[in-house]
């Protein structure tokens, strides 16, 4: 059995935005599972649109230090975008709504490709709103919630 995929790709400098028209990834998936130098699908916030909470983090910058000569891209599955920086280049992205104060629905959802050839190094930086030196950040989770 043969299957086809057709896959639309739109460059700009930096960022590939993907439009595959196969509904089935399963066997993708699959394989995928082979690599262990990956991170596989997460938000680093609350992607459920929830109202953020005091002291959780509200955005991350990765940092790239090294790059893999093939693979090690970093994916935003819902955003349909696949960013493939350069050494010293970096990724912002925000999950807050500053508007509404409400966590993203998701859209912010990343994974690290399976690194293929090569080494990638990445300083994660995660931004929290809420924190001082008097309210540390060591005292909340991720989202916000505080620990006991």
Same mark, same amino acid.
Request: net charge negative; with cysteine.
């Given at each position: 059995? =043969?299957?086809?995929?057709?896959? =639309?790709?739109?460059? *700009?400098?930096?960022?590939?935005?993907?439009?595959?028209?196969?509904?089935?990834?399963? $066997?993708?998936d699959?394989?995928?599972?082979?690599?262990?130098?990956?991170?596989?699908?997460?938000?680093?916030?609350?992607?459920?649109?929830?109202?953020?909470?005091?002291g959780?983090?509200?955005? *991350?910058?990765?940092?790239?230090?090294?790059?893999?000569?093939?693979?090690?891209?970093?994916?935003?599955?819902? $955003?349909?975008?696949? $960013?493939?920086?350069?050494p010293?280049? $970096?990724?912002?992205?925000?999950?807050?709504?500053?508007?509404?104060?409400?966590?993203?629905?998701?859209?912010?959802?990343?994974?690290?490709?399976?690194?293929?050839?090569?080494?990638?190094?990445?300083?994660?930086?995660?931004?929290?709103?809420?924190?001082?030196?008097?309210?540390?950040?060591?005292?909340?989770?991720?989202?916000?919630?505080?620990?006991?």
């Amino acid at each position: 059995t =043969t299957t086809t995929t057709t896959t =639309t790709v739109t460059t *700009t400098p930096d960022v590939v935005i993907l439009d595959d028209d196969d509904d089935d990834d399963d $066997a993708e998936d699959d394989a995928l599972d082979e690599f262990p130098d990956e991170y596989r699908p997460h938000c680093d916030g609350g992607c459920d649109g929830s109202p953020h909470l005091h002291g959780g983090r509200v955005a *991350t910058m990765l940092l790239y230090c090294a790059v893999a000569s093939h693979g090690g891209a970093t994916t935003f599955t819902n $955003a349909r975008a696949v $960013a493939a920086p350069k050494p010293r280049d $970096a990724v912002f992205f925000s999950y807050l709504d500053k508007a509404t104060n409400t966590m993203d629905t998701g859209i912010t959802t990343h994974s690290g490709c399976p690194v293929l050839e090569g080494d990638k190094w990445v300083v994660t930086l995660w931004m929290r709103r809420g924190i001082s030196a008097e309210d540390v950040w060591s005292q909340y989770d991720p989202s916000g919630a505080r620990h006991a």
